[in-house]
């Protein structure tokens, strides 16, 4: 299931929420900022322990990684590092998509029913709205209907026809078979990016 709100990401008592972090995972403007004021330093510590890839760089663009949310309403922080938009030409839609999908699947590993995302890229890495957020829900949708699908076959392995669990999300129009345990939460800051997102919806 698809949810848009606007609001403060910080506030959410979800499973998990998503960061728009930096390659350091140390803090910053934004979003990035706000997390980790609100979870107190002990994100930071956290963040510090998570071993480096190359020197500063502790999650690669399009990758993600997993905290635990401190003094945050949420249980897990997941850091995603969005691409910096050049024009499009340069593997930015790629990384952008990587990002739902890597974010998506550490919240799957870690049993998380609801996660909550704020619009990856848009700010100062200038990522223009439409585009992220057609990405954006492309592939909420798609790890939503192949988390729903690879459920649904098990259950038919295992279950009589009379019990087959079946859902569909009416907020997201998928038209198939959607993961029933896993809420998705699109957390706008603005009203004007709410409606972009209802818009595309």
Known sequence: M??????????????????????RMLGGGGVDGAIHRAAGPELYEACLKVP???PGVRCPTGEA???PGFRLPAKFVIHTVGPVYRDGLHGEPDLLAACYRNSLALAAENHCRSV????ISTGVYGYPIEE??????????RF??????????????AEPAESKPHAESAECGTGGPVRPDMEVIFCCF???????YEGIV
Not at 190 to 196: A, I, L, N
């Open 2 to 23: 698809i949810r848009i709100i606007q609001g403060d990401i910080t506030t959410l008592a979800v499973d998990a929420i998503v960061n728009a972090a930096n390659q």
């Open 52 to 54: 480096e890839v190359r």
């Open 65 to 67: 990684r997993i905290t």
């Open 116 to 119: 909550a995302f704020p619009c």
């Open 132 to 141: 992220a957020t057609r990405i954006a829900i492309r592939e909420v949708r």
């Open 144 to 157: 939503l209907h192949a988390e729903g699908a690879e459920s649904k076959s098990h259950a038919e392995s």
């Open 190 to 196: 603005s009203v004007w990016d709410k409606r972009v």
